[in-house]
């Protein structure tokens, strides 16, 4: 004698399983993978602090090829449509602004250095299209 019905294979009558919901097109979970965008935030955070630290250091123009690549590629491989663009964009935005600010630039210079980065994130995929058919 078994202790479930689900477990007696000798038995004609199978146990019927709970219906599949489908999800409809439009419904896609903003965040399926929640640790992606709090991962990248923090990276891109990083990325960019120790871009401004080292060029001050020896007096070179800063570049964040660095930050500004991770955000692109995690943005191409992860983009489920506008509201999740809308957020993993707000969320880089905010890393950058975060890694400008600890880096010791002032507020209002680093919201201008936050938009030009965003600006340039975003065009980034448009201008090239060879990145976006190897990565999106």
Same mark, same amino acid.
């Given at each position: 004698?078994?202790m479930s019905?689900?477990l007696d294979?000798k ?8 219906p599949a919901?489908?999800l409809e097109?439009?419904?896609i !979970?903003l ?9 990248t935030?923090?990276?891109v955070?990083i ?9 001050r250091?020896?007096?070179l123009?800063?570049?964040?090829w660095?930050?500004?690549g991770v955000?692109v590629a ?10 999740h663009d ?5 969320i ?14 002032p507020?209002a210079?680093s ?5 030009t980065?965003?600006?340039?994130? !975003?065009v980034?995929p448009v201008?090239?299209p060879?990145?976006?058919r190897v990565?999106?």
């Amino acid at each position: 004698m078994t202790m479930s019905p689900a477990l007696d294979v000798k038995s004609e009558v199978r146990p019927q399983g709970a219906p599949a919901v489908a999800l409809e097109a439009g419904r896609i !979970d903003l965040f399926a993978h929640p640790m992606v965008p709090v991962v990248t935030a923090l990276a891109v955070a990083i990325l960019v602090a120790l871009a401004v630290g080292y060029a001050r250091t020896s007096g070179l123009i800063v570049g964040l090829w660095a930050a500004g690549g991770v955000a692109v590629a995690v943005w191409l491989r992860t983009s489920r449509g506008r509201r999740h663009d809308l957020a993993l964009g707000s969320i880089l935005a905010g890393s950058i602004l975060i890694g400008e600010i600890v880096a010791g630039n002032p507020p209002a210079l680093s919201m201008l250095f936050t938009a030009t980065n965003m600006v340039e994130i !975003d065009v980034t995929p448009v201008s090239h299209p060879a990145i976006t058919r190897v990565l999106g």
